[in-house]
């Protein structure tokens, strides 16, 4: 895709596992959520799979190691071996190993995630600034990563050693709820240092590139449940993109998205990989999909019609981001989305 604007969900009349080689799927909210498979999601990813289409998963965690994930795919039901997960700690290895010389020392604020990618590219982790590091990386370290490791991490920025993140995501979901995500911890050491860091994750091209070279995807399809991160990371990489809405977006942010995280298709779930997607037409002043017709006044949207809610929503969506193009900045879609139930 181009990095054009998109005014609306683009239609296709192949199922979307056949039309591209490569699913690049996120894993939380996703694949599974607190631990467990959400609805759906083995059953879809085993007949795309089964009809030819690579799947990869691709995490900016930075704390598990592929292995883990891997494994814990493959209890699931959705067999995964290690060189099907990308992680941003490979990706932020990379990018260090690129910039430092051949078995540089880093100083790893982090989990054993990142200990494995730096040791993968030739590096060697340490623990301490006074290991004379060449780098500083940062990952999500889970929850029982100790205060002292900032501190590390100050002391060798202070001293001019460059830093590296995994990613700024600032949450990260748990099974007890939203908890702080390497982002925030990032934070912490920002406000300490006055530093920036270069970062590798999702939305970054890093990231990307790191999943393409893994995976030699010719035609992928970025799968995922997050604006910000998934969708803004395929409109980076000049890729398609897939959104479903088992996660943490809501109608009223797909609605108010923009440019850059705006999703090539919508739908539910991982179903929607098995299936074609309907074509989103002009219809008056106004756009159709199914038995819907929405369109976009001042400060409102307005939905006419009836039958799959999703249609009504890529009907919607066409009107909000045609709308936002033009000027419109604020609607009102409550009581279109309303009528959908979402």
Not at 306 to 311: F, H, Q, R, S
Request: charged share 20%.
């Amino acid at each position: 895709m181009s990095q054009s604007v998109r005014t609306r969900p683009e239609g296709s009349g192949q199922a979307l596992s056949e039309a591209y080689d490569t699913a690049l799927l996120d894993l939380d909210g996703v694949v599974y959520a607190g631990g467990s498979a959400i609805a759906y999601a083995v059953e879809s990813l085993a007949t795309a799979r089964a009809g030819g289409m690579h799947l990869a998963y691709v995490t900016n965690n930075a704390l598990r190691t592929p292995d883990t994930v891997a494994d814990h795919l493959t209890e699931l039901g959705i067999p995964t071996g290690a060189d099907d997960v990308i992680t941003s700690a490979q990706a932020v290895a990379r990018l260090i190993s690129e910039q430092v010389p051949a078995g540089a020392r880093v100083l790893v604020i982090g989990g054993e995630g990142l200990r494995v990618a730096l040791r993968e590219r030739g590096l060697v982790p340490v623990e301490s600034a006074e290991d004379d590091p060449a780098a500083v990386v940062q990952g999500y370290g889970g929850p029982e990563l100790q205060w002292a490791r900032f501190a590390e991490a100050c002391y060798a920025i202070a001293r001019g050693v460059p830093w590296y993140a995994s990613n700024t995501d600032l949450t990260i979901p748990s099974a007890r709820g939203i908890a702080p995500g390497n982002g925030a911890a990032v934070e912490v050491v920002r406000i300490a240092t006055g530093a920036e860091p270069q970062v590798a994750g999702k939305p970054l091209p890093p990231m990307h590139r790191e999943t393409i070279l893994r995976t030699g995807a010719r035609r992928p399809l970025v799968v995922g449940d997050r604006l910000d991160t998934d969708i803004e990371g395929a409109f980076n990489g000049e890729v398609d993109s897939l959104l479903v809405l088992t996660g943490v977006t809501d109608g009223a942010q797909l609605l108010a998205a923009p440019p850059q995280h705006r999703p090539t298709y919508v739908d539910a779930d991982l179903r929607g990989l098995l299936t074609g997607q309907p074509e989103v037409v002009e219809a008056g002043d106004g756009f159709r999909c199914g038995g819907w017709t929405a369109t976009a006044g001042a400060d409102r949207l307005e939905l006419d019609g009836d039958g799959e809610a999703l249609d009504g929503l890529r009907a919607l969506c066409a009107a909000a981001w045609t709308a936002a193009g033009e000027g419109v900045c604020e609607l009102d879609a409550g009581k279109a989305l309303a009528r959908l139930e979402l």
